[in-house]
């Protein structure tokens, strides 16, 4: 394995990681603490967990592209 495949397996993990940690973040503070506040409808909630189900759809994704980096730099 290269140098630059290290860094660019190490860069996609980075990037994976603070997209699950601000996808979360982002929904708690939505769904418990703004939304309330602010007196949104249920629909508004339910919009909130859509949109974070989308973050971690996509993190998936990229999960399996780190995990095939990774499997193709081994070989």
Same mark, same amino acid.
Request: aromatic share 10%; proline share 3%.
């Given at each position: 394995?290269? %140098?630059?495949?290290?860094?660019?397996?190490?860069?996609?993990?980075?990037?994976?990681?603070?997209?699950?940690?601000?996808?979360?973040?982002?929904?708690?503070?939505l769904?418990l603490?703004?939304?309330?506040?602010?007196?949104?409808?249920?629909? @508004?909630?339910?919009l909130?967990?859509?949109?974070?189900l989308?973050?971690?759809? @996509?993190?998936?994704?990229?999960?399996f592209?780190?995990?095939?980096? %990774? %499997?193709?730099?081994?070989?």
């Amino acid at each position: 394995m290269t %140098r630059e495949q290290d860094q660019a397996i190490a860069a996609k993990g980075r990037h994976i990681a603070l997209v699950i940690a601000g996808t979360i973040s982002l929904w708690v503070v939505l769904s418990l603490f703004i939304g309330p506040m602010l007196g949104l409808p249920g629909r @508004y909630a339910l919009l909130f967990d859509f949109a974070a189900l989308a973050g971690m759809i @996509y993190a998936l994704v990229n999960i399996f592209q780190l995990w095939r980096m %990774r %499997r193709d730099s081994q070989r």
